[in-house]
């Protein structure tokens, strides 16, 4: 059984449908990455997961449990369990880095301050930030904000991680220092789900590719098949055309 | 102007001094009262405001209603309205409470104008963020929304603030022996009207340009990159 189950889930900005039946899988320390051109409802997906969008309809189960995105109970125990990074502003930008990964776990979780503070440096050292710990969001580049933004998204202990083409607003230079870390994780086994446009990114730490097209799934598979053998024409103008750059 | 100067001395006597600084402290002093509960309550008038739902509807549309009316009558009626109501709930108000009553009920409208603005001005992802994390609307206000948003409301909020104190003349109209009260006072008492109201209008100027600078202080101070001006800076959660 998948850990996460999405199934014909169908979704709409006001009477703009953007999910029309998305249904996919991911298991227990996959790396699931999700591609597709621009406005194909890649973020929706994300969105919906963690409670920001509800769907109209479809399921959603994780670990076999069906989440009801009605009750404002089940999306608060859906997030203790998914975490999501976006493409920017992530970090509150009132506080500093420490504060910033520790809010949560102590003030909303009400976990142990003491373990928390030893958890967030291991974490920001572990992305290379353990000089940063008191430095606000606008003294951090783009690509150390991103790293913190993933180090506090980690220290929420999340079964899941969402992250949301967490490069794409980024100076090209300071790309390979965010991808680092998340190959890193990758190989330890954290379970994700993964919006990126970086295709040779994708075709290295993806154990399978979620191809989207107009608010469907248009193809699902291995990145060796899908990226190098898409079977839809619309999937190869695609692939054809962000591998051709 | 020899009349003005024949009677500068005998105007210039301890008791019309004493006189004038005291109607200049009460001018000051309802502005601030009236500005500052007006500024809390404007926060209270936001955070209803935009209280999401469906049953929240009606909140809504009421916070709306109160800003749109008392934002666009003239001052002027708002203080004759609170004057003419004011006795149905409260027996023998004092001027001074009418007065505050009617600043602060001006000072909402506005000020709650300007903290929309602020706190729109924060990224959604921001609020986003704060939601992925279970932070309730509460915390993620005082936490997370609020402290990005003063530096935009603060400014416009002392300005409106300073410009008011000038605005306040106008409850002289029904008795308040505020600045300009005291000035039509003397003035009536024979001094010459040139004198008087130059007078008024110089500690007008005294008590307005101070903390117009006050203000631009601020506003500096505020536009700052966040880590530099950190330990001075609005208390964080
Ligand atoms: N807040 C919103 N209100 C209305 N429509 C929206 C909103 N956010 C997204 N959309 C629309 O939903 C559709 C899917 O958007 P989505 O952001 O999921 O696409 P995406 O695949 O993530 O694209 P990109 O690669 O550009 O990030 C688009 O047509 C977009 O215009
Ligand atoms: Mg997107």
Known sequence: MPHLEVRDVVARYGSHEVLSGVSLDVDRGEVVALVGPSGSGKSTVLRVLVGLLQPVSGSVRVGGQAVDYRSAGQVRAIRNRMAIVFQQYNLFQNMDVMRNVTLAPIRIKRRDRREV???????????????????????LSGGQQQRVAIARALALRPEILLLDEVTSALDPELVNEVLDVIRD????????????????FVREVADRVVMMDKGQVIESGPPAE??????????????GKILRH | MERILEQLPRFLSQRNLVLLAEAAGMTLAMTAAGCLIGFLLAFVIVYLRQTPGRWALPVRLACIAYVEIFRRIPFLVIIYLVLFTIPLVLRDASLFVIAVVSICIYATAYISEIIRGGIESVPRQQVEAAATMNLGR????????LPQAMPVIVPPAVAFGVSFIKDTALVSQIGMFELTFRGKELNNQGYSAVLVFGT??????????????????????LAAPRSQRRRRTLRQP
């Open chain 1, 226 to 239: 899908i990226l190098d053998a898409p079977r839809t024409e619309r999937a190869r103008e695609f692939f």
């Open chain 1, 117 to 139: 503070e030893t958890l967030a440096v291991a974490l920001l050292e572990r992305v290379g930030l353990g000089q940063k710990l008191h430095a606000f969001p606008d003294e």
């Open chain 2, 138 to 145: 509460p915390q993620t206000t005082l936490w997370v929304v």
């Open chain 2, 200 to 221: 008024i209008a110089f500690v007008y100027f005294l008590m307005s340009w101070p903390l117009n600078l006050w203000g631009q202080y601020l506003e500096k101070r």
């Open chain 1, 185 to 200: 994780l990758a190989r330890e086994g954290m379970t994700m789900i993964l919006v990126s446009h970086e295709m040779a």
